[in-house]
């Protein structure tokens, strides 16, 4: 997992990055440096790497580019991103909008938020999220 999340640190940061721990590369996002994600911050990072799937750049995202992965994101199975495209996309035109992402993100935040505190913690985010 660790090597996963540091090739990706490569991709987009700094090579200095890649040395970090697996941490790292979401605690860059943590602009405020409170040791935590605010919503916003949570967001960067999330739309960071989605960014990065919208093969064609046309701002959405269909069901094959938001499976098909480049090699280092490949933590979660298909059939499990497959489920999570059908879920994601709430009015079922094939398509995962903007606007539907940040309902996405802002769901993954409130969950990840298991104390509620607003801010995801270092506790709490999960190891290659
Ligand atoms: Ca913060
Ligand atoms: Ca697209
Ligand atoms: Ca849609």
Known sequence: MKK???SFACF????????????????????????ALSLQEFGNYRSNQYVELDADMDGKWTRREFVQ???YMQSIRPDE????FKRWDKNKDGYWTQGE?????????????????KAISMD???KGF
Request: charged share 35%; with cysteine; proline share 6%.
């Open 81 to 84: 991103l497959r489920k999570k």
């Open 101 to 117: 992402a940040e309902k996405a993100i802002k769901g993954n935040f409130y969950w990840l938020d298991k104390d509620k505190s």
């Open 12 to 35: 987009i940061f700094l090579p200095a990055v890649c040395y970090a721990e697996s941490t790292a590369l979401w605690r860059s996002f943590d602009l405020d440096k409170d040791n």
């Open 69 to 71: 992965r480049p090699d």
């Open 4 to 6: 996963i999340v540091a």
């Open 124 to 126: 709490e985010m999960p």
